[in-house]
């Protein structure tokens, strides 16, 4: 993805939200990482159909070198915007703390999702009470740091 420096980067239309992801751009990730006691990354991804990058606040979770975010939309019976866009270009940019870095996204397999899943609603209980009020199945979505390109 590496988006170049002049490419404008549009913030979450939610907020609270935006808020959010400014107080963590702007302090280098030193304020925002942290919220309501969890630990977030911000995902920037490319619009499947604008092409423009977009990006989000998200709660991650780790699997070993992986990091682990849910495409819950509070429960809501579409996927994010955000998942949809990954799902279309997986080539993805994480901000994590004060660490940027490429990434590609992939949705857990059906053997790999469940211990994952769990893991994930331990760091957040209501992605469970997200799941009994849809019908889909919400994903979760695995972020594989790339090696900086030369």
């Known amino acids: 993805m590496t988006p170049g420096r002049e490419e404008p980067v549009t913030d979450s ?7 959010h992801v400014r107080r963590y ?17 911000l995902l920037t991804t490319r619009g ?13 979770g780790r699997d070993h070198d992986r990091y682990l975010v849910v495409a ?7 996927h994010p915007n955000w998942y949809q866009n990954l799902v279309a270009d997986p080539h993805v940019s994480v901000q994590v703390g004060e660490e940027t870095f490429e990434a590609l996204a992939q949705t857990a397999t059906a053997p790999e999702k469940p ?7 331990a760091i957040w209980p209501d992605y469970a009470k997200y799941q009994k009020k849809t019908e889909r199945e919400i994903p979760v979505v695995i972020l594989e740091r790339q090696p900086p390109e030369d």
């Open 48 to 60: 499947r159909r604008t092409g423009k990058l977009r990006r989000t606040a998200l709660i991650y």
């Open 115 to 121: 211990g994952l899943w769990d893991q994930m609603v």
């Open 72 to 78: 819950s939309n509070g429960g809501s019976k579409l």
């Open 25 to 41: 751009v702007e302090s280098d990730g030193k304020k925002g990482h942290r919220w309501s006691g969890v630990a977030t990354l």
């Open 13 to 19: 239309p939610t907020g609270w939200v935006r808020k």
